[in-house]
């Protein structure tokens, strides 16, 4: 397991878990350094006094804030770790709330929280147990890094997660972003919901979710190494500009389809309901479209009053 990242406590209530956070994620990104290209000398980045022109050691350095531009307020260690804030060395539940409820704009990095020792064993395993019967997540407080952030809780195959999460004012307001009014028919809206049918899957697993660019990376890197030809990029195919939207989702449900290895048949494919049918059997699913809005339109808007 990866070292630990802070310990601390889990507080709800009067109970207390003791814990440990450990990373939940590995990067396996392919990372380079930068280097003199004349002779290959390794090009660093050192850290320098502007005053006295010199490099610094890290024990000469601290933390400090620019009240102008002449005066800074030494900050220290000390300093940050005695700030009157019960989430300095815990992390408090403030609420509990459905998983739906919350923007997942909001999620940023996850965390395992490991229970510190025999004595966590109880209130961790409680906790697990009353979060995955609730069905429900806990929204915590906690102090890192010289700040308060925004958490959620959650249970992942028995483990506590802990999810940093942005504050409501972090989140821009996408408004002004929207695309110009304009209509889209029942038709095309059915033609989108096969497309989506086709591309459905049960789990977020297989080669289509592999990284597929450090995997380009690693054989670049492999055939400079042993001095081969560099790999060849593929061809991209000709994708002619489609002025029909219906036409364009049709044709990508049928190569959804093909792909699979179903039938892609013009009469399961391009053959359209009569208008009058589609009229009278689409009601209640407009009305079950529009409550499914509502909802994310709900949904969307609670975690920035939150």
Known sequence: MPRTIWSGAISFGLVTVPINV??????????FHQY????????????????????????????GYELTATQVIP?????????????AKAIEIDAFVPLESV????????????????VAAKPYKLLVKALSRSSK??????????RERLGLLRVRDDVLVLHAMRWPDEIRDPTELLPPPTDV????????????????????????????YTEAIAQLIEAKREDKPLPEAPEPEESPAVLDLMAALQE????????????????EVHELPHPKKTAAKKQ???????????????????????
């Open 103 to 118: 923007d997942p704009i909001r999620i940023a990095d996850g965390y395992y929280l490991q229970p510190a020792g025999q």
């Open 137 to 146: 997540v806990a929204v915590a407080k906690y102090a890192w890094s010289g």
């Open 185 to 212: 028919s029942e038709a095309e809206i059915d033609s989108a919901l096969a497309l989506m049918d086709t591309m459905t899957v049960d789990e977020l697993e297989g080669p289509a979710f592999q990284d597929r």
């Open 36 to 63: 003199h290209l004349p002779d290959q000398g390794r090009v660093r980045y050192r850290k320098v006094c502007e005053l006295e022109d010199r490099e610094v050691s890290q024990d000469e350095i601290g933390k």
């Open 22 to 31: 450990v990373g939940a994620t590995e990067d396996h990104s392919i990372h």
């Open 284 to 306: 209640p699913a407009k009305k079950t479209a529009a409550k499914n809005t509502a909802t994310k339109k709900t949904a969307g808007r609670r975690p920035r009053s939150a």
């Open 75 to 87: 900050i220290t260690d000390e300093d940050l770790s005695n700030l009157p804030l019960p989430t």
């Open 252 to 267: 990508s449900v049928s190569k959804a389809k093909a792909s699979r290895g179903e039938s892609t048949s013009p009469a």
